[in-house]
């Protein structure tokens, strides 16, 4: 069964950092970019960035909303994607999601949630 | 920036059809994809390129994309089908974005 699952989210205070960890099963990993989202309180899906797969390159893009604050990468003798966090800003409290692929996503997780609060 | 609009919300009658619309500049010409999110839940690809729908998508969903309006379509609708819908686009001109969301009320 191929599944991805979040962990590292809590509450960390503004101008902090925080590392997630995707942890992926049932498929080659090394295959597939992978992407995260997140999602507000209440709010819509957003965008946070991806990592190609080493085949494609390896390399990251990531929305302006959190361009070098964010940074994404992958160890695929561990199955796990990571979401670098630093500079941390209320806004960007919400559940983050990793998925295989970027779009369409046809995989997700269950979502890990970073509340940005003092 | 490229936006992705979709209306806050559509209601259908049980049994009935609705249509949740996605309207961007041009968007005939990109890839759309959909998702559904039950409260609580991830969200879940129902309907990917246009109107490709995933292994275990009842054939109830459908989908089409022209001009500068895609349309995610469920027919028969049922009160299981109640979430909040997302169109989602993806190049390498505009990143990937997202509709703001259409919640759907089953009457």
């Known amino acids: 069964e191929v599944q991805l699952v979040e962990s590292g989210g809590g509450l960390v205070k503004p101008g902090r950092s925080l590392r997630l960890s995707c942890t992926a099963s049932g498929f080659i990993f090394g295959d597939y970019a992978m992407s995260w989202f997140r999602q507000a309180p209440g709010k819509g899906l957003e965008w946070v960035g991806f990592i190609r797969s080493k085949t494609n390159g390896g390399t990251t893009e990531y929305a302006a909303s959190v361009k070098g604050r964010f940074t994404i990468s992958r160890d695929d003798s561990r199955n796990i994607a990571y979401l670098q966090m630093n500079s941390l800003k209320s806004e960007d409290t919400a559940v983050y999601y990793c998925?295989?692929?970027?779009?369409?996503?046809?995989?997700w997780g269950q979502g890990t949630l970073v509340p940005v609060s003092s | 920036s490229y936006e992705l609009t979709q209306p806050p919300s559509v209601s259908v009658a049980l049994g009935q059809t609705a249509r949740i619309t996605c309207v961007g500049n041009n968007i005939g010409s990109k890839n759309v994809h959909w998702y559904q999110q039950k409260p609580g839940q991830a969200p879940v690809l129902v309907i990917y390129r246009d109107s490709n729908r995933p292994s275990g998508i009842p054939e109830r969903f459908s989908g089409s994309n022209s001009g500068n309006t895609a349309t995610l379509t469920i027919s028969r609708a049922q009160a299981g089908d109640e979430a909040d819908f997302y169109c989602?686009?993806?190049?390498?001109?505009?990143?990937?974005?997202f509709g703001g969301g259409t919640k759907l009320t089953v009457l």
């Open positions: 998925t295989q692929e970027i779009a369409p996503a046809a995989v």
């Open positions: 989602q686009v993806w190049d390498t001109t505009i990143d990937v974005v």
